[in-house]
């Protein structure tokens, strides 16, 4: 028998139905030019699927989810529209709104996401880190399974940023236990600057909505000079904080972290709200760059002596990550050690970005009591 997810959108035990349908398609422009966001199953790209399938964790807090004793998980959440007050013609409005952050698979019992999803306030052992949220077919959620279901062990590193800066800004987590089927780490693109121009997709949980690809967005400004974080304009909103980026490889180039607030604005003469849009040459999304990642993965012998070699900036391949023997902790690490190190570097024309970028990002976590 096939384990099913039951989806109850409303609060906890309020009204709703498993029965309710999904808004699937695209119908307006967000964001960024035109809506590039797109449903799993929908997406032209085999490696982004396989990727979103097999690699990208939603972080839900453990009070939405509910074991079922056929081995599925319930899901209590509003709908988007519900939610945020959405008109009629939005995309996704009958979607589920469970996701607070989102991650990344790095090796089979650690997931790397923004460190501002975790905090005392939101301590690791909140969330349950769940794959397979998304839709298989067109209003259709894909079945939650146990195997889809995780908790947290320990915060293995974690880097929050301080004193108004940007980066770093992320945080490891370990499983209670290796990942099970076909699960499979994403790979790290080496620590090589992006360029200007350079195709960007992301997968994640915006709005808290089940999974979306996004692969219409570039490298607005790469910040060559610094990679502590590069400028694109990917469709993003809260929810999408931790979600993992990827270069026309399919490899993992970053992190996001925030952008252009606000996500959604009044319509005019309409007891109703829209997604903001933004023309793409507005471009203020920001994305951690995964060379300070992997500087502070490298540091904390989380990643392999292939990975952390001198060299590793200059294009070589980054090996799979693995827990140290009796390593971890979860305490604060910010590199500044040789390598990709974001630390020391000479300003760059980027600097505007940066200026812009201070006035209005905004981290993109969902809150969780929402």
Known sequence: MRA??????????A?????EAFIGELTAPVVYGADDRLEVYAHPDD?????????IVALIPTARMNPESDGSYSIFAFSLKDDRGLCDDQPFGNQPVAASCSGAL?????????????SEQRPCTNFNYVFNYHLDAPNTLAPIREEDVYSCE???????????????DFAVIQLDRPVEGARQPVTLRPATPLVEGEPIAMIGFGSGLPAKIDSGAMVADPRTNTRDY????LDAFEGHSGSATFDSEDRLAGILLGGRVPDYVPAPDEACVRANVYADADAGEIVHNVGVIID???DASILGDEACEADACDGSPCGQPSVPDGGGGGGAVASDSSGCSAGGASPTPGLLWALLVFFVAVRRVRPTNA
């Open 15 to 19: 009204c709703g139905s498993s029965e």
């Open 154 to 168: 320990r915060v293995v590193l974690d880097s929050d940023s301080e004193g108004g800066q940007l980066t770093p």
């Open 296 to 298: 502070a993965l490298c």
């Open 230 to 233: 590069f400028v694109v304009n």
């Open 4 to 13: 099913r997810t039951t989806l109850l959108l409303g609060l906890l035990a």
């Open 47 to 55: 490696g982004l699927r396989d990727i979103a399938t097999d690699s």
């Open 106 to 118: 790095i090796a089979d019992d650690l997931v790397l996401t923004a460190g501002h999803c975790i």
